[in-house]
């Protein structure tokens, strides 16, 4: 009789199916964008610098960024996982950029895959974000959460908040009770700024507004219009035989507020915003700093290019993020990022939908 799979390689394939299922393209939305194509930014004819007087450098979470560019957190726990995460924080630490890790469920039920996580020798001065699940965190106590951050030397908290990839998920969370608890406690004790981030299916004004309330220091809003974990979920359902969830997840793979307006409907909250979900070059990321961000992070688009060319390709790719935000900022006139939320811009009629009454939806 055959032995029953560890609860450790029970993780260690969950974590290798999602890079796969990511880095194939195949579980991206389906009917639903991020809208940031629904942004044009007015181009102006007589900017009046030069491309390099152009001022990159965005304060984020305590750290300087030599541009308001972040590598997403995707992964951890698989032998795969730690040579992404290497080649993707090496050339986040050439270009200055920020680094998020995936989710250290793992890292916490078995600390001998810690060292899958661990970037601070390739990267050992750019902001850093750790990444724990709400219901993982709420679990757990300060201290023992406290270690888990320490032990990676990252310099800011991720709590990702992911109910919709959970219900299609076999064996997932159902329990979601007491996430506002665990933001304020958090914030109030571990001592490091603490990231409410989604996982594609992005933030309400609602949910923004609880966030903020509970002490959060920055939202990552995770829309949707990228990779669906509820459809990476779905295909992990189908390849183990649930019919019941992969019929679930297909009703709901494409659920979620686009990316493009949770951060407009958030703009005002007077917190830092990260935009992801969809993210694919740099114009997307000054679109998105455009509506309210304050910088955009990629996770889907940085793990193909790392797949194609390991640290080469990925540095590759996030140098030409960062030429083109650079570029799309000169080509509005502005001297730094952060003057793109004050220029003029055309929105589309969906987008202008959600804003008008995504806002009013509380």
Known sequence: MENPPSPQNDIRKRKADHLALVASGQVDFQQKGNLLEEVTLVH????????????????????????????????????????????????????????????????????????????????????????????????????????????????????????????????????????????RRLSGELGIPIVAKETGCGISRAAGLAAKEAGVSAIDVSGAGGTSWVGVETRRAADEKNAANENLGREFWDWGIPTAASVALLADLNLPLIATGGLRNGSDIARAIALGATAGGLAGAALRAQHEGGNDGALKFLQGIVQAVRAATFLCGCGKPSELRTVPKVLGSQLLSWIQQGSSII
């Not at 469920?105 to 750019?126: F, K, N």
Request: contains cysteine; negative net charge; glycine residues 10%.
């Open 44 to 183: 102006h004819a007589l900017p009046d610098m030069r491309v390099e007087d152009v001022d990159l450098s965005t304060p984020l979470l305590g750290k300087t960024l030599s541009a308001p560019v972040l590598v997403a957190g995707m992964t951890g726990g698989t032998p795969e996982a730690a040579a992404v995460n290497r080649d993707l924080a090496r050339a986040a630490q050439t270009l200055g950029i920020g680094f998020g890790l995936g989710s250290q469920r793992a890292m916490a039920l078995h600390p001998e895959l810690a060292w899958t996580y661990e970037v601070r020798e390739v990267a050992p001065s750019i902001l850093l974000l750790a990444n724990l699940g709400m219901v993982q965190a709420r679990e757990m106590t300060t201290a023992a959460i406290r270690e888990l951050v320490k032990a990676v030397g990252a310099d800011a908290l991720c709590i990702h908040l992911n109910p919709a990839m959970e219900l299609i998920q076999s064996n997932g969370d159902r329990d979601f009770r007491g996430g506002r608890e665990t933001l």
